[in-house]
């Protein structure tokens, strides 16, 4: 779920969720916030049914839904591809709340038992009885800060292995994201970044598809080994055109795919000939032959204000096509009246 408004439409809806959070008695916390906001900026039409449904009056709040949608809304999506990583935070959480729990329980015996020793110096004179109350309130004094130790200590643990869970994950987000021929964007890089692109407010991204040129017929001539080395040469080479507003991923078999979160049809265009042009000077070296004359063929489109994720791609779709259907090795855009390339 991506938020990427500008301060001002932000603030806007910030306004508006404040409202039906106050109208439902949900409490302002952050968790809460972020299901709101996300209500209101229609992020997840799944969200809004839950949402409605659950939280329907002001009587009908309870913390324990709401941390559970945040959960499967926010927190899951992150790691639901590692297993391991899930078991683990609940593993985590579950023991450091125990550990809170034993300390605050132990905390209010101790209050108690304080309480109960003033109470009794105060009305004692007699020093061996004095003395023995002393020494029972510094025993508990001690098993006090003996559980405040061992809590210190479950939070230190947990926080080194909460660094160690970041570290995973974060290998897990790369390796679930990343090709492993072409060490590119996957089909799953490429939807996240076409959503996101497409989540902006008043953004019209561009989506360029790139097909390798008889594909097929290069691995049955060449082999499937020296194919991938041709695949993972063309992932070599679209990394040098990623930018911040430039995500670029193998979209499927020998096809390639390039979102531009912004900027001009001319700059659209400009970048697929960029890339068609270097296609072209792609070699690769095979025992005692040089093979060379790679090819690809482009389609380019821009998203109309309204349009669907499978409309887009739909229509870049047709636009390679007809490029390939045109003599291949060339850029046509799905736009009509689309300038040609500088």
């Not at 972020?34 to 009056?57: P, T």
């Not at 007699?126 to 405040?148: F, H, I, M």
Request: proline share 4%; glycine share 6%; net charge negative.
């Amino acid at each position: 779920m991506y938020f990427r408004e500008d301060p001002k439409h932000a603030a806007e809806l910030l306004k508006q969720a404040i409202p039906l959070m106050v109208e439902r008695k949900i409490p302002t916390n952050p968790c809460n916030f972020a299901l709101w906001y996300a209500y209101v900026a229609e992020r997840d039409h799944g969200l809004k049914k839950e949402l409605d449904r659950d939280f329907s009056s002001s009587k009908s709040y309870f913390p324990e839904k709401s941390e559970e949608l945040f959960f499967d809304y926010f927190v899951k999506p992150f790691i639901s591809d590692n297993k391991d990583a899930q078991a683990a935070v609940v593993s985590l959480l579950n023991g450091l709340s125990s550990s809170a729990l034993r300390t605050a329980e132990g905390a209010k015996d101790y209050g108690q038992a304080l309480q109960q020793g003033m109470q009794k110096m105060q009305n004692e004179s007699d020093p061996a009885k004095l003395e023995e109350t002393l020494k029972g309130l510094l025993r508990e004094t001690e098993v006090a800060d003996d559980l405040n130790q061992a809590f210190y200590q479950e939070l230190r643990s947990a926080n080194e292995e909460i660094e160690s869970l970041k570290r995973q994950l974060k290998d897990s987000e790369q390796n679930a994201f990343v090709d492993s021929l072409t060490k590119i964007g996957n089909r799953r890089s490429f939807d996240r970044a076409l959503e996101g692109a497409m989540a902006m407010p008043g953004a019209r991204p561009f989506l360029l598809l790139i097909d390798l040129d008889f594909f097929k017929k290069c691995n049955d001539t060449y082999g499937h080994l020296t194919g991938d080395r041709i695949l993972a040469a063309l992932g070599k080479l679209l990394q040098t055109f990623g930018a911040d507003h430039i995500q670029v991923a193998r979209y499927g078999g020998e096809e390639f795919a390039a979102v531009l979160s912004k900027g001009t049809i001319e700059q659209a265009l400009n970048l697929a000939e960029s890339i068609r042009e270097k296609v072209t000077k792609v070699k690769i070296k095979q025992q005692d032959r040089i093979i060379d004359g790679i090819s690809a063929s482009i389609g380019v489109a821009q998203l109309r204000p309204g349009e669907t994720k499978e409309s887009l791609i739909q229509r870049v779709d047709k636009a390679l096509y007809r490029a390939k259907g045109n003599g291949r090795n060339q850029v046509q855009s799905a736009e009509a009246s689309s300038p040609e390339p500088a």
